[in-house]
Each structure stands twice: as structure tokens, then as C-alpha cells.
């Protein structure tokens, strides 16, 4: 295919509450469709620049945040007061977009604990897009004690903004080394969170993982079988819960968390591409 010409955005938008949020896109000549893009816990949307570019040049304007304390947005570093900030922003984020491209429909592309968000807001705020796709999403509670949890807790209340480990091991990322050396280099990455976000994410995926028959628009969900940080088990729960008949559930074997920098990254975009046809014709018609 003759390689498109593809403008890089830089911006910044205001939460709900003020908080100056970072943002970014990609953008073809001519936008037949628009993908959100919601990264993952420590990350941010610049790791999310090939994802960009591949659609841009296939006619999609792809538009991604940092979550606030992320990346280069304003905020506590990975530190969430309550996980319905987390939608909030997305929600005022889809809304900007929707300003931009009034015409167009969007889809929602959320990875691990962007996966999460994704989910949650299909479930709780049915936002305006025609469908979504989640990579790994976090839709799986790590094993801790009912004594930890206790404990957890109690710090929150009283030291919420307490950093703790947040446990990524960057070997489990990807299966390809220039992927884990970028992320071991990035200053952009963060590899703790607060008490306050990782009790947070352990409340908020307890809810969501059982209530995927809350989501109005189909759903594609995808989850390395290799996965060693995120269960795919999680995944299988809540896609068994969708109700749309699109919803497509594929655990992919071989793959680590993030299935987006995988080597057979190319032949993934291209699966979503083709799933993505028929909602997208759909809401043409």
C-alpha cells in the first residue's frame, strides 16, 4: 500500500474538574472514521505512535490522552482520588473529540488498565461510539488476602497518596527486546501507583468484570494467552456477559500483555480492522 501522509497533533483539554490533561493525534488527509485510544497503567498515549499511524493511513483519525498523574498530563503521579475520574476525563475527552469530527463515528481502543476505563464507561456511561476494542484489559483482580485488602483499605483513608509497587516486570510486556528496552528507558513511564489508585482499580474491576451486559455496541476483546500480568481469565469472564452478537471474544496464543507491540502486531491491526467493517458499515447505513 502506498504510505499516506499522516499529521502528528499535540494539545492539551481540561477535565471535568479542571486538571489539564494531555492529548495527541493522528490524522489522515481525509477521516472515514475516528479511534480513541485509552493506554494502560504507567504508560502514556506516545507509546501508542504505530497504532496511530497504521490506522491514519487506512482513513482513521486516531486521537489518545495520558490519564491524569500520567504521562505529560497534570496531576499526582498515578494517583487517582476515585476510578470515576478515570471516566470522566474519557468521557470529556470523547466529547472534545466529537466537537472536532461531529460527522464521524468513533470507536474506543483501550489497553490493560485503559481496557478497564473502556469498559467500565460502555458499562456505566454508555458513551457516544459505535463499538470498542479492549487489549488485555484489567479485568482481573491480582490474588491479595482479605487481610491486605483490609489493610489497603485503611492506608487509603489515612495515606492515599503513599506510592507502592505497582509490580510491572517489563519482560512480560512483549516478546520483543526493543520494546522492553524502550520501556525500561522511557522517563515518560511510572512504575508505581498510589494506595488510593490500586484500590481504586481493585474496586472498579470487581464491578465491571460480571456486568458486560451493560454495553449497548459490540465489543471486541482480545487478550494474550501468555499473559503473565493481566489473566486472560478476566477477559473470558466478561465477554461471556456481552449481549451484542458482534462481540467477539480471541485469546491469541503466544502473545504477552501488550498484544499491540508484539511482533505479529501488523496482522492483529488487521484482524481489528476487518471486525471493525461491519459496525462501521452499520452506522452508515
Same mark, same amino acid.
Given at each position: 500500500?502506498?504510505?499516506?501522509?499522516?499529521?502528528?497533533?499535540?494539545?492539551?483539554? &481540561?477535565? &471535568?474538574?479542571?486538571?489539564?490533561?494531555?492529548?495527541?493525534?493522528?490524522? %489522515?488527509?481525509? /477521516?472515514? /472514521?475516528?479511534?480513541?485510544?485509552?493506554?494502560?497503567?504507567?504508560?502514556?498515549?506516545?507509546?501508542?505512535?504505530?497504532?496511530?499511524?497504521?490506522?491514519?493511513?487506512?482513513?482513521?483519525?486516531?486521537?489518545?490522552?495520558?490519564?491524569?498523574?500520567?504521562?505529560?498530563? &497534570?496531576? =499526582?503521579?498515578?494517583?487517582?482520588?476515585?476510578?470515576?475520574?478515570?471516566?470522566?476525563?474519557?468521557?470529556?475527552?470523547?466529547?472534545?473529540?466529537?466537537?472536532?469530527?461531529?460527522?464521524?463515528?468513533?470507536?474506543?481502543?483501550?489497553?490493560?488498565?485503559?481496557?478497564?476505563?473502556?469498559?467500565?464507561?460502555?458499562?456505566?456511561?454508555?458513551?457516544?461510539?459505535?463499538? /470498542?476494542?479492549?487489549?488485555? %484489559?484489567?479485568?482481573?483482580?491480582?490474588?491479595?488476602?482479605?487481610?491486605?485488602?483490609?489493610?489497603?483499605?485503611?492506608?487509603?483513608? @489515612?495515606? =492515599?497518596?503513599?506510592?507502592?509497587?505497582?509490580?510491572?516486570? %517489563?519482560?512480560?510486556?512483549?516478546?520483543?527486546?526493543? #520494546? $522492553?528496552? &524502550?520501556?525500561?528507558?522511557?522517563? @515518560?513511564?511510572?512504575?508505581?501507583?498510589?494506595?488510593?489508585?490500586?484500590?481504586?482499580?481493585?474496586?472498579?474491576?470487581?464491578?465491571?468484570?460480571?456486568?458486560?451486559?451493560?454495553?449497548?455496541?459490540? #465489543?471486541?476483546?482480545?487478550?494474550?494467552?501468555?499473559?503473565?500480568?493481566?489473566?486472560?481469565?478476566?477477559?473470558?469472564?466478561?465477554?461471556?456477559?456481552?449481549?451484542?452478537?458482534?462481540?467477539?471474544?480471541?485469546?491469541? %496464543?503466544?502473545?504477552?500483555?501488550?498484544?499491540?507491540?508484539?511482533?505479529?502486531?501488523? $496482522? @492483529?491491526?488487521?484482524?481489528?480492522?476487518?471486525?471493525?467493517?461491519?459496525?462501521?458499515?452499520?452506522?452508515?447505513?
Amino acid at each position: 500500500m502506498q504510505r499516506r501522509i499522516v499529521r502528528r497533533r499535540e494539545s492539551r483539554f &481540561a477535565a &471535568a474538574d479542571g486538571l489539564s490533561l494531555f492529548r495527541r493525534a493522528w490524522l %489522515p488527509e481525509r /477521516a472515514d /472514521a475516528i479511534l480513541a485510544v485509552v493506554h494502560g497503567f504507567g504508560e502514556h498515549s506516545g507509546r501508542y505512535d504505530h497504532v496511530g499511524a497504521w490506522f491514519a493511513e487506512r482513513n482513521y483519525g486516531v486521537h489518545a490522552y495520558d490519564h491524569r498523574g500520567h504521562g505529560r498530563s &497534570a496531576g =499526582p503521579r498515578c494517583h487517582v482520588r476515585r476510578f470515576e475520574d478515570y471516566l470522566d476525563d474519557l468521557v470529556t475527552f470523547l466529547e472534545r473529540i466529537r466537537e472536532e469530527h461531529p460527522k464521524l463515528p468513533i470507536v474506543l481502543l483501550g489497553h490493560s488498565m485503559g481496557g478497564l476505563v473502556v469498559a467500565a464507561c460502555l458499562c456505566e456511561r454508555d458513551p457516544e461510539v459505535v463499538c /470498542a476494542v479492549l487489549s488485555g %484489559p484489567a479485568l482481573t483482580s491480582p490474588r491479595v488476602s482479605n487481610a491486605r485488602r483490609f489493610w489497603g483499605r485503611v492506608a487509603r483513608t @489515612l495515606l =492515599p497518596r503513599v506510592s507502592v509497587q505497582g509490580g510491572v516486570d %517489563p519482560e512480560l510486556l512483549s516478546r520483543d527486546p526493543e #520494546v $522492553v528496552r &524502550a520501556y525500561e528507558e522511557d522517563p @515518560l513511564v511510572t512504575r508505581k501507583a498510589t494506595v488510593s489508585l490500586m484500590t481504586e482499580l481493585l474496586s472498579a474491576i470487581e464491578r465491571t468484570r460480571p456486568a458486560g451486559a451493560q454495553a449497548r455496541v459490540p #465489543v471486541l476483546v482480545l487478550h494474550g494467552e501468555e499473559d503473565r500480568i493481566v489473566s486472560p481469565e478476566g477477559s473470558r469472564e466478561f465477554a461471556l456477559t456481552l449481549r451484542d452478537p458482534h462481540s467477539t471474544l480471541r485469546v491469541l %496464543p503466544q502473545l504477552r500483555h501488550e498484544i499491540l507491540n508484539e511482533p505479529e502486531q501488523e $496482522v @492483529l491491526f488487521r484482524e481489528i480492522l476487518e471486525w471493525l467493517a461491519k459496525p462501521m458499515g452499520e452506522s452508515q447505513a
